[in-house]
């Protein structure tokens, strides 16, 4: 089966300017470096991560808000990412992404109806539609709002709310794939279910395909089906939900899921917790999270390890694995 969503070797290289009348002394810094994965129609895939690994740049290089380096993005089979502005405009319906901020991420001046039925007519969807106010009630209310709130401005809504409305905003035009860049870590932890369980409803009410970013690994771990796990940049492992949890193999994702809190005060005290160092400035090996790694040696310095299977759908780019 053909996935609707594939990125391949994708990279971005930010450059920082310490001197703006030294142009040729920028620092080249790798935000994404050398990502590849695959999502089939109606799966989610959860990305997990430091802050600063990767994980938005990478969601916003896959709708093209941010040229790549380097790489490809095939949206259901078509490659994008060569694509002009112009011609991604038709494609661009079936992706959209939902941000972290949801004030921030919609228009003050305009109302709710405004916001959603400005996507019919950007996409030049308004002329073949018989009331643009009908189809905003029917979104408004997909989404778990009234209608009648079609006329309030965001600064009127809660932050769930808020959410809700980027949410409609997504579907109005027929999206099929969503980027989802961290979208509850700004509500509040008893809205967040509420948001949380309305974006399973929907996705499968219109087989909708998630990709998923998220510092909550509880959260992940409820949404998703397959889970990426990022570190400075790249993947260092990747596999179905249930299998990563139940038997992570990389140093990191093991690093990660040791720092969950368990909910029982008992097994939290009881549970072995260990020391891991800060991230080096300077690596002394290809593998980037040598420095911290308490499995490293001198096998270590064979190269920058890629990703390679040691299960059905388990990848993991360690040398130890």
Request: glycine share 6%.
């Amino acid at each position: 089966m053909k996935p609707i969503l594939e990125v391949k070797n994708l990279t971005k290289v930010f450059h920082v300017y310490s001197n703006p009348f030294l142009p040729f002394a920028a620092k080249a810094i790798p935000a994404v470096n050398q990502v590849s994965f695959s999502v089939q129609k109606g799966d989610t895939l959860g990305i997990v991560g430091e802050t600063g690994c990767g994980k938005s740049t990478l969601g916003r290089m896959i709708v093209k808000l941010y040229p790549p380096t380097s790489g490809e993005v095939i949206l259901d089979g078509v490659p994008v990412s060569s694509m002009t502005e112009n011609e991604f405009r038709p494609l661009r319906k079936k992706i959209q992404m939902i941000f972290q901020d949801p004030y921030l991420s919609l228009d003050p001046r305009m109302t709710a109806g405004e916001i959603i039925g400005e996507s019919y007519k950007i996409h030049n969807m308004a002329g073949q539609m018989k009331d643009l106010c009908t189809l905003e009630a029917e979104m408004m209310q997909m989404v778990g709002l009234n209608s009648e709130q079609l006329n309030r401005y965001p600064h009127e809504f809660s932050g769930g709310q808020r959410q809700r409305i980027g949410l409609a905003r997504a579907l109005a035009v027929g999206a099929q794939v969503i980027i989802c860049d961290e979208p509850v870590s700004a509500l509040d932890v008893s809205i967040q279910a509420q948001i949380i369980n309305l974006f399973k409803e929907i996705q499968d009410r219109l087989t909708l395909t998630y990709l998923f970013i998220s510092h909550d690994l509880a959260m992940v771990k409820y949404i998703s089906t397959h889970v990426a796990v990022m570190y400075l940049g790249r993947i260092v492992e990747m596999a179905t939900r249930d299998e990563l949890f139940a038997h992570p193999v990389h140093p990191y994702t093991q690093m990660l899921l040791q720092a969950v809190p368990e909910p029982d005060p008992a097994k939290e005290k009881a549970k072995k917790h260990e020391i891991w160092t800060e991230i080096a400035e300077k690596q002394p090996s290809p593998c980037s999270f040598f420095a911290r790694c308490k499995r490293s040696d001198r096998s270590c310095h064979q190269g920058l390890p890629g990703l390679h299977e040691i299960g059905p759908g388990h990848q993991v780019a360690c040398w130890k694995a």
